[in-house]
DNA sequence: ATCAGGTTTTGACTTATGTCATTGTACCCT
DNA sequence: AGGGTACAATGACATAAGTCAAAACCTGAT
């Protein structure tokens, strides 16, 4: 029983409901917690892996912030997520056994390490947590198909309206104010996930708030006008 | 036996190899067959499926090709990616059982069609395929964040570049020419796929052909220097 | 508290790509 | 075979976003 406690992570953890074991049964999550490492912390502008790096576990953000980006051999890199609490990292390196991507830590945090190959051994005797996971990995795409139209077709207002309601959104989600928030990245970083370039992104946060939706000071934003600011999310609003 | 023949599509098909069923044994091919419905014709223009559809059966492109297209509410479309033989169809779906894009067929087709919780209940006695569909998930990851740098970070020229030499490659895994290619998708849909307009795309084209890399006539190219539109794909050629 | 480094803001100017319009081409249908 | 509708190419011009540069601002380390 003791040894259950000492591997036991999921079981008690706060935010079980936003993450892998989300509507599993006790007795599921319990089993899942025998396969599951310990909480691993991973300081502000630690790599939590690297492109090229091997494959071993799948991560689930337990605490903190996380961005990915891949990078281009010109030097060039393009953010393809930020990761908050609930959410996994490494789903792109499955695919290879390798990572193909750099996953990076913005603020001090901690992720619960979830080794693979006995994830997936785990998946052959409980169905509801392989239909869970391919879930996971479907709105993975969903989301990503969500950032293609945005970065094809939004013009940068609406790419960064559409951010910042994303970003309130999962704040809400998380139970965190969905008004207040504090960016956790840079404006370059910002930039890199949106296809913009910081000056642009700077200018449109000094936009947005000089037309009364944001209150902006540095990385601390507040959202004054929730309506206005999603209607910026679509072209809608010139016509 | 013969109700086995009858059933029976992967265990004799041609481009196995290139599909869901790729490295399974032919004993689990066998049973896989089993739990197949009869392939589907798609006639060129329609559609395999669209946005809101409840989500019952993932699709194999047996033999054409197809777009998938996301629609946004004012109108705005973007296509995020083409599907060839041997690549799968409604990855998106999985999450919330529901379509999410619009599976458009640009030419005279045919799907096999993977009834989802069958397909689900096979995996968790066959851990080889639920291995190799875990892999197909995170290889569409790879490719979606693929497109993310290319839309987010590179110029027009980089990303028609890009564009034609991944045709040329998958055409080439095909074992079709991977030198002449008869685009299926108009000027319209590559520009939406890239983030460009048609007129871009076709000036890029026009451009390319003037110098001496690719000949163009409507809809047929011919890749005259494959060395240096390989080159395009990168900024390095401008420094 | 102070300083240094990395951010952020803002301005003036450039440019890649989009827009609009025209003509040309090809393919599909009867 | 022909005629109509889609698609494609090209030119002239407009503009959103990028570039370069300077100044202001934070923040964390000494």
Redo the contacts with the bound molecule.
Sequence with gaps: MNLHDLKSVCGSCTIRELCLPAGLSDDEVHLLDQHMEHRQVVPKGDYLYRVGDPFRSLFAVSSGFFKTVLLHEDGRGQITGFQMMGELLGLEAIHSDHHMCDAVALEDSAVCTIPFDQFEQLGQVMANLQHRFNKDLSREIVREHNVMMLLGSM???ERLANFLIDLADRHAHRHQSSVEMT?RM???DI?SYL?????????L??RFHDEGLLE????RVKILDRNALALRRTEAHHQ
């Excluded at 913009?196 to 700077?202: A, G, M, N």
């Excluded at 902006?216 to 990385?219: S, T």
């Design positions: 013009r940068s207002e960016l840079t404006r370059e930039g296809g913009l370039k910081l000056e642009t992104v700077s200018r946060l000094s902006v000071r540095g990385r």
